[in-house]
């Protein structure tokens, strides 16, 4: 087969038909950059509990920088490894009740390099069909078999499971899943999982710092910390207000992932000041434990003016269904002072795009005065414009 590239680039000519379907669909992605001196009320980020720019984050931050330096370096194995990372390990794994914890360079490396280090062509993985891309990806590149099953379905896991040839087996679930915000059913799967003696990873990101007891995860609030058969991963870019990722595990799961885990062996040590940030801000979390429940509390609030489902999780899905409804809906709030997120496929299952609200547990009365109006106006129009 002969490639003809022309002098136009026209080897890429494909890209703007692949732009112009997407466009047509409404999915049509675009970057927009916030400004420090925004006036507007955020119910898109995942900064839970509101440390962002609490002044103790920001001053772990700083100090961190001024002791290690702006980056990390290396990779953990050669230079990348700082005793603040080692203290950050140490501090997020007591909190959870893990025996031990591995931090990588993003919460997206920590589930790449957990899965494909813990599988391989000899193991079964089963994951749930509302996992994150991240695990999703990591099945992709992880050699096993792969089973993908129906959603929170712990009886299809038990057939599953029952039926495999393989020697190994991995279940994959979030505990908090992102886009509809409800839980998933770790104690019956891990019955299941211990049952036919397979191991049970579960995607923190959006439990710690919200569920359990001071925000201790989903996890913990189920009896399951410490668990040798659970391993846990987690972000610090949500509610620890930083950027990174962790796996809390057994300390032989944690040895593993130093040897076996390339997100961990061939990246970047996780940045001084990231590490410096997540520390402070998990040190404000466990002087004021109230947080987590005050996330639940705004959420609440959220789902009451949009008629939203009882929320289980900082999320609050207001599902539209058309992807350009959806967009406009979320331009009409952000015209109005409001940012919200906008979810389209893939992100969520054709006819569902949303706007995704995630409470924040420094939100305000004033806050939320501004918050009603401007979503029962936004939503409103939206009911009268629909065709009868």
């Known amino acids: 087969m002969v490639l003809r590239v022309g002098i136009d680039g026209t080897a890429l000519s494909w ?27 955020d119910l898109a980020s995942n900064d839970y509990l509101g440390l962002v720019r609490h002044p103790e984050v920001i001053d772990g931050a700083v100090d961190a920088v001024r002791r290690w330096g702006g980056g990390a370096t290396g990779s953990r194995l050669v230079t990348g490894t700082t005793s603040d990372h080692e203290l950050l390990e140490r501090e997020l794994a007591d909190f959870v009740g893990a025996e031990s914890g591995l931090v990588f360079a993003s919460g997206y490396a920590a589930n790449l390099g957990a899965v494909t280090a813990l599988s391989g062509r000899d193991a079964l993985i089963v994951s749930d069909a509302g996992c994150h891309a991240s695990l999703v ?10 089973v993908v099953a129906p959603h929170a379905d712990a009886e299809f ?13 991995l279940v994959l679930t979030d505990s908090v ?3 509809d915000g409800d839980l998933a059913p770790l104690a019956e799967m891990h019955r299941v999982c211990r049952d036919h003696g397979a ?12 569920r359990g007891r001071g925000g201790r995860g989903l996890v913990h609030e189920m009896g399951l910390a410490g668990e040798p058969d659970i391993v846990v991963t987690a972000t610090l870019s949500k509610s620890l207000a930083s950027q990174g990722g962790a796996v809390l595990a057994a300390e032989k799961v944690r040895a593993h992932l130093i040897d076996a885990a390339r997100t961990f062996i061939f990246d970047t040590g996780l940045a001084p000041g990231a590490v410096g940030a997540a520390r402070a801000a998990l040190a404000v979390l466990l002087r004021e434990p109230h947080r987590a429940s ?3 509390d705004r959420a609440r609030d959220l789902a009451c003016i949009t008629g939203a489902d009882h929320p289980e999780s900082a999320v609050v899905s207001v599902v539209l269904g058309d992807p350009e409804v959806a967009f406009a809906a979320a331009a009409a709030c952000r015209e109005r002072g409001l940012h919200v997120g906008c979810f389209r496929p893939p992100s969520v299952p054709e006819g569902t795009s949303r706007l995704r609200l995630t409470a924040r547990a420094t939100i305000d009365a004033d806050d939320m005065a501004c918050i009603e109006s401007v979503l029962t106006e936004v939503l409103s129009d939206l009911r009268v414009g629909a065709p009868a």
């Open 199 to 210: 191991v049970l990873l579960v995607d923190e990101a959006h439990g710690i710092g919200v």
């Open 177 to 179: 899943f992102s886009a």
């Open 157 to 169: 896991l038990r057939r599953a499971l029952a039926e495999r040839t393989e020697e190994r087996a």
């Open 294 to 296: 005050a996330v639940l």
């Open 137 to 146: 990806d990591a099945c992709r590149l992880s050699r096993s078999r792969v």
């Open 15 to 41: 890209l703007d038909d692949v732009e112009s379907a997407r466009r047509t669909a409404g999915l049509r992605r675009e970057l927009r950059a916030r400004h420090d001196r925004d006036a507007v009320i």
